[in-house]
């Protein structure tokens, strides 16, 4: 598992997996196995997306301007109310245009119907901009080292679950060339406009 991963599972240990749970309609092992999925997939994103030098620039201004990781002082009330941190605006500048596609494959992969996947996903994108933030300020990184580190977390947790990471590099190889990257950059050139 990598960091990011890590931090957010902790964050999210206890009770507020099963507020997730109660909100989707779903199970708490179903939920937990949803956020060990999705949270590595918007790590993914971001990571294809900061590998261009205007991307990684774009992504450390929005964490400098919005994402400092605040959100962890208050998750019960975060998790109350999701939409207060504009979740589907930051899915829109992390997946474009393939947000839907990602959400419906994501379901399949988990269980969930496409409404509770797309619900997912805004709920744990601002604590994945939360826990890149934390890391960025903590580290002191640039864009570059943000891209870096963001690598270095692709890396792992490809390390630690290959046939995870072949899945979710399938979710956003979209155009099925076999790479996402190309996807990705085309994502990224929207990235926060």
Request: charged residues 10%; hydrophobic residues 40%.
């Amino acid at each position: 598992m990598n960091a990011i991963t890590q931090m957010i599972t902790q964050q999210l240990a206890g009770g507020a997996v099963s507020t997730i749970a109660q909100r989707l309609g779903v199970s708490e092992a179903t939920a937990n196995r949803a956020v060990q999925i999705a949270v590595p997939l918007i790590v993914a994103a971001l990571a294809r997306n900061a590998s261009e030098p205007q991307g990684a620039e774009d992504l450390h201004n929005a964490i400098n301007n919005d994402h400092d990781g605040s959100i962890f002082d208050n998750l019960a009330g975060f998790l109350g109310n999701p939409g207060s941190a504009n979740g589907s605006g930051i899915l829109s500048h992390v997946f474009g245009g393939q947000q839907s596609a990602i959400q419906g494959n994501l379901a399949q992969a988990t269980g969930l119907d496409p409404s509770s996947a797309g619900g997912l996903l805004e709920t744990l994108a601002p604590l994945v901009m939360g826990a890149v933030g934390q890391t960025q300020q903590q580290n002191g990184l640039d864009p570059s080292g943000l891209s870096e580190m963001l690598n270095t977390q692709q890396q792992q947790a490809q390390s630690n679950a290959p046939d995870m990471m072949g899945m979710l590099g399938s979710m956003l190889d979209q155009n099925k060339d076999g790479s996402a990257m190309d996807d990705l950059q085309r994502l990224a050139a929207n990235f926060f406009k």
